[in-house]
């Protein structure tokens, strides 16, 4: 079983305090997984931790965001207080796609330099300040898997993406297969999962109207839900995806066909 393979391990879990990063950490502490948050969200990120320990769960919670460098510090001070030698997962899945009030996207040209940098920041940069912090630790103890969360909108035009996410998540998937060539010969496998449309309170804002337009273009006829993706991200962390490194697991229902 998938779930085997986390027994008794470690994982850290970018934006787990809400949406697929919330998900995705409690699947990790129901396969017998300890987790760590890490979210600028101070109150959802111990709300989810509190949910994490009922589940009879090893967790706790590290604030702040993984746009500033710093959070690497922040890590390695984490794994210095808990007596642990690193982390044996690490799921990247905080992000964000800044939207107008009623949930569209700006036109690229509209885009001020500053909201550029600071969805490149948080999507991008987040991502390499954390494989930073939790490569080396992996390296030392002979191996682990890493699961970045790109995008559908990486790979093609989407109505609804803007153009600073869209490029981040292009990023996020030159980054994945670089950083996975660099460290598979330590035994360390990283990859990455696209998501098409997923149910979240962000797609809501969009209107039923554009959700429904989407559901009627995708092949198997619905939007995703965090656990389809959640489900992606465990199977690529488990030993059942053991041969598998620097790919991209495209979860979008057929819209990426």
Known sequence: MIE?????????????????????????????????????????????????????????ALTCSCADERVENAISAYLDEQSLGGFDFLANAAGISPKLPNGRRQSAWEITPSEWRRVMDVNLNGCFHTLRAVLPPMIRRGGGAIVNISSLAGRRYTAIAGAAYATSKAGIEAMTRQFAGEAAPFGIRINAVAPGRIETPMSHLAGADFNEDIRLSTPLRRLGMPSDVADAVLFLLSDRASFITGETLVVSGGRGL
């Open 4 to 60: 085997s393979s986390f027994v008794g391990k470690h994982a850290l879990v970018t934006g787990g305090a809400s949406g697929i990063g919330r998900e995705i950490a409690l699947r990790l502490a129901r396969a017998g997984c300890g987790v760590c948050i890490l979210d600028i969200a101070e109150e959802a990120a111990m709300d989810t931790v509190r949910t994490l320990r009922g589940l009879g769960a090893p967790a706790d």
